[in-house]
């Protein structure tokens, strides 16, 4: 199915219809504030292991972020975080970066890893704010399937390539070609992995 969704003002009847998809275990594909990506609910393991399918990974290994609403599900799935690291992940969200932390025994098991640690987005997204406010919960997210390329910001061509293998496109406007900047807290030295769309200074 494909949704065209305003990316300033989302109507809610639309919002209700991706909200219910993802809590019957459905798969979509959506605008954030870097690049479209794929998901799904954190608490729906089969939906889970599709899109470990889709992107031929194992979710133990992959990178699947968490897209939460604000900063009020940290205490949920990240272990004890002390002021400064509050103070900054505060100031840089919501934004275009992912900070990757120690994840805590609630993290669903199947995207639980060896290092014990999860990434958390917040995108500046109004159409991932309202999904999240219906639903609740965070969401799983990924980037898409292959290669980024250019075509990826348009989404019907989007569409065109992913529409059969999910439940939802939603079409949000052009998307961007950079991903988020992945920033590893999982120690005091905050440390760059990944150069994004986000400044950020170590």
Same mark, same amino acid.
């Given at each position: ?40 609910? *954190?608490?729906? @393991? ?7 399918? #889709?992107? /031929? ?5 992959? &990178?699947? %972020? ?14 004890? *975080?002390?002021? @400064? ?7 840089? #969200?919501? /934004? ?5 932390? &120690?994840? %805590? ?14 990434? *958390?987005?917040? @995108? ?7 999904? #999240? ?9 990924? %980037? ?59």
């Amino acid at each position: 199915m494909f949704v065209k969704i305003h990316p300033d003002n989302p109507p809610q009847r639309l919002i209700k219809q991706v909200v219910d998809c993802l809590k019957s275990g459905g798969i979509i594909i959506y605008p954030t504030d870097t690049i479209y990506g794929i998901g799904c609910d *954190i608490f729906h @393991p089969k939906a889970i292991e599709k899109i470990r399918q #889709l992107k /031929g990974i194992n979710p133990a290994k992959a &990178n699947l %972020s968490f897209i939460c609403r604000d900063l009020s599900h940290l205490s949920d799935f990240t272990k004890s *975080i002390d002021t @400064p690291l509050y103070r900054m992940l505060k100031s840089h #969200l919501p /934004g275009p970066y992912t900070f990757i932390l &120690n994840a %805590s025994k609630q993290v669903p098991k199947i995207l639980q890893n060896k290092k014990s640690t999860i990434g *958390i987005r917040v @995108p500046d997204n109004e159409i991932c704010r309202h999904i #999240l406010d219906e639903l609740k919960n965070p969401l799983i997210s990924t %980037s898409l399937p292959g290669d980024m390329v250019e075509d990826y910001t348009d989404p019907d061509v989007i569409y065109e390539k992913f529409g059969k293998m999910v439940d939802i496109v939603i079409d949000g406007g052009i998307g961007g070609l950079k991903p988020s900047t992945v920033v590893d807290c999982t120690t005091s030295d905050w440390t760059i992995i990944r150069k994004g769309a986000g400044f950020f200074e170590e």
